[in-house]
Every structure is written in C-alpha cells, then in structure tokens.
C-alpha cells in the first residue's frame, strides 16, 4: 500500500528502505518492492509465505535485514 501511495503522490522509492512488520512478504509483494527500486528491507524473522519469495529477494541487488521479533 505505502508503494503505490507513494507511486500516486509522486514520491519516489528508489534507493530507500522499505520497512515491512512482517516476515519475508509474498512474492506478489516482493515483485512490487523490486520494481519499486527499494534498496534495503528490513522485516521480522519467520516463515516465508512461499518458497519465491526467497528466491526473488536472493537474486535481487535488495539487502535484507531479518529482525528476531522478541529484540523489538
């Protein structure tokens, strides 16, 4: 959602850091964040929610930062 408010107000998204209060998004949403030029996305640790995610992240230039739940 942030994306695409962002993508409508003219506010651009290349080279920032996505925030997600999740673990790994699904693919769908990590196509999204791709396109979207983020650089960096930190969420919790956890489950992914399908196995391409992972892959798409890894084959991304996208760092990814994994938070353990319980240091929040």
Known sequence: ?????AAR??????DTTLYC???LPC???IIEI???GISRL????GNDY?????????????ELVEIDESLI
């Open 34 to 36: 791709i396109n979207a």
């Open 21 to 23: 209060a999740c673990p």
């Open 50 to 62: 399908d196995k391409y995610s992972r892959i798409l992240i890894n084959e991304s230039k996208i």
């Open 9 to 14: 107000n003219g506010i651009s998204t290349l």
């Open 1 to 5: 959602n942030a994306l695409i408010q």
């Open 42 to 45: 930190v969420c919790l640790k």
């Open 27 to 29: 693919k769908d949403c």
